[in-house]
T-cell receptor, first 112, second 118 residues
Framework: SQQGEEDPQALSIQEGENATMNCSYK?????LQWYRQNSGRGLVHLIL?????REKHSGRLRVTLDTSKKSSSLLITASRAADTASYFC????????????FGGGTRLMVKP | EPEVTQTPSHQVTQMGQEVILRCVPI?????FYWYRQILGQKVEFLVS????????KSEIFDDQFSVERPDGSNFTLKIRSTKLEDSAMYFC????????????????FGEGSWLTVV
């Protein structure tokens, strides 16, 4: 599989529940970023986590990073219908480059 | 909050025509990028631009594509002789520092330009 693969590909939950999305990657990284994309819209940056960090919080979002397993998770707590979107992880692949490699995304649907 | 702006939001063009997609990056940012997303597929890197020159490009970014910063605010992507497979959402992005900077770096994306080649 390619760098930055999200799991699950699709997730449907009820409003108020928590949503967990996972991302796996292949190479070493310096940073991993999570983005949200509403249907047909732009990419909204959510959180950046560096390779020396294990967890970061931003409001209802919690991101973890396990570099030994080459994986990250995004947790959205107390989900709302407005959280319905696709969520992508993106990595820098740890080289000197200045490009992000995106995963295929998780499509989250939050039912009211 | 400052944002990356892109025009047009939608463009339909005939196969073989040239297209210019325009972007205004965030004003104090120094690095500029173009990415694209074919419908239903992953977001793919095209090119990065710094100090008035291309710093990196992907295999997708062949001679059909070019980028330019014609003035102090705009950043453009030109696609020559468009093909059906160029139909995609094209995202402009910008960042203050290099992705590998010690503090980590956030890349901000615009809303995208939908290009449909018919």
């Amino acid at each position: 599989s390619q760098q930055g693969e999200e799991d699950p590909q699709a997730l449907s939950i009820q409003e108020g529940e928590n949503a967990t999305m996972n991302c796996s990657y292949k190479t070493s990284i310096n940073n991993l970023q999570w983005y949200r994309q509403n249907s047909g819209r732009g990419l909204v940056h959510l959180i950046l986590i560096r390779s020396n960090e294990r967890e970061k919080h931003s409001g209802r979002l919690r991101v973890t990073l396990d570099t030994s397993k080459k994986s990250s998770s995004l947790l959205i707590t107390a989900s709302r219908a407005a959280d319905t979107a696709s969520y992508f992880c993106a990595t820098d692949e740890g080289n000197a480059g200045n490009m992000l490699t995106f995963g295929g995304g998780t499509r989250l649907m939050v039912k009211p | 909050e400052p944002e990356v702006t892109q025009t047009p939001s939608h463009q339909v063009t005939q196969m073989g025509q040239e297209v210019i997609l325009r972007c205004v990056p965030i004003s104090n940012h120094l690095y500029f990028y173009w990415y694209r997303q074919i419908l239903g597929q992953k977001v793919e890197f095209l090119v990065s631009f710094y100090n008035n020159e291309i710093s990196e490009k992907s295999e997708i970014f062949d001679d059909q594509f070019s980028v330019e910063r014609p003035d102090g605010s705009n950043f453009t992507l030109k696609i020559r002789s468009t093909k059906l497979e160029d139909s995609a959402m094209y995202f402009c992005a910008s960042s203050k520092t290099h992705l590998q900077s010690a503090s980590g770096n956030t890349i901000y994306f615009g809303e995208g330009s939908w290009l449909t080649v018919v």
